[in-house]
C-alpha cells in the first residue's frame, strides 16, 4: 500500500467522522449535559465502534450483506430501534430541570458513556458498507499486518479526536448556559434528529 493511498484513506475517513450523523449528535448532547470528561469517554466508545466496523469492512463483512441482504436489513432494524429508544428518552425527559449541581448531581459513570458511544455507532451497519467502499482500491489483497493496524488506528485517532472536539465546544459555558435557556427544546430536536436518523438506517438502501 502506497503512502499516497494510505493518506487518501485517513483524509477520506476524517470527512466521514465530521459529517452528521448519531455519533455527532450524541457527542454533541453529552458535552452539553454531562460535561467534557464524560464526553471524552463517550468519544472513546464511537472511535471503537468505528474500528469495530473498519475491521468487519476489512475482513469481508460487507460482502456477506451483499449475498444476504436479510442479515443487513435484521441490523439496520435493530440499530434503527436502539436510536428510536434514545431519541424517545430524550423527549420524554426534555421538561425535566437539568440538575447542575456538582455537589449533588450523580454523573453518569465513564463505563456507561463508553458503553452508549460503542452502540450508538454499532447502530449504523452501513458503516461496514461505508469503509469497504473507502477501501476498496486502496487497501491491496495481501496488505501487511502492520499497515492494517496503522490504518485502524488512523480510524480510532479521527473518531475520537473529533467527538472529543464536538463534545468540548458543547461543553463550554456559554453553550451550557444557552442549552438551560431552552432545554425542552433543544432536547425535542436531538431527540427528533435521532429518530430521523433512526428512520434514515431503517430504510436505506
Not at 454499532?122 to 458503516?127: G, L, R, T, V
Not at 480510532?156 to 464536538?166: D, G, K, Q, R, Y
Request: charged letters at 15%.
Amino acid at each position: 500500500m502506497t503512502i499516497t493511498a494510505f493518506l487518501t484513506v485517513a483524509v477520506l475517513h476524517l470527512f466521514i467522522a465530521i459529517s452528521p450523523g448519531p455519533a455527532v449528535l450524541m457527542s454533541a448532547r453529552t458535552g452539553l449535559t454531562e460535561g467534557f470528561r464524560t464526553g471524552m469517554a463517550l468519544a472513546c466508545g464511537i472511535a471503537l465502534g468505528a474500528v469495530s466496523w473498519a475491521m468487519a469492512a476489512m475482513f469481508g463483512l460487507s460482502l456477506l450483506f451483499d449475498y444476504a441482504p436479510f442479515a443487513l436489513t435484521a441490523i439496520k432494524l435493530v440499530g434503527a430501534s436502539y436510536l428510536f429508544y434514545m431519541a424517545w428518552r430524550m423527549w420524554r425527559d426534555a421538561p425535566e430541570p437539568l440538575d447542575t449541581g456538582m455537589e449533588t448531581r450523580t454523573p453518569r459513570s465513564l463505563g456507561s458513556a463508553f458503553r452508549l458511544g460503542l452502540f450508538t455507532q454499532y447502530s449504523n451497519p452501513k458503516a461496514a458498507v461505508m469503509f469497504s467502499s473507502l477501501f476498496v482500491g486502496t487497501v491491496p489483497p495481501g496488505t501487511n499486518w502492520a499497515v492494517i493496524a496503522a490504518l485502524m488506528l488512523v480510524v480510532f485517532l479521527n473518531e475520537v479526536i473529533w467527538s472529543t472536539f464536538v463534545a468540548r465546544i458543547f461543553s463550554l459555558d456559554a453553550s451550557r448556559r444557552t442549552y438551560l435557556g431552552l432545554k425542552t427544546r433543544i432536547d425535542r430536536t436531538f431527540g427528533g434528529m435521532l429518530a430521523l436518523l433512526g428512520l434514515k438506517i431503517a430504510i436505506q438502501r
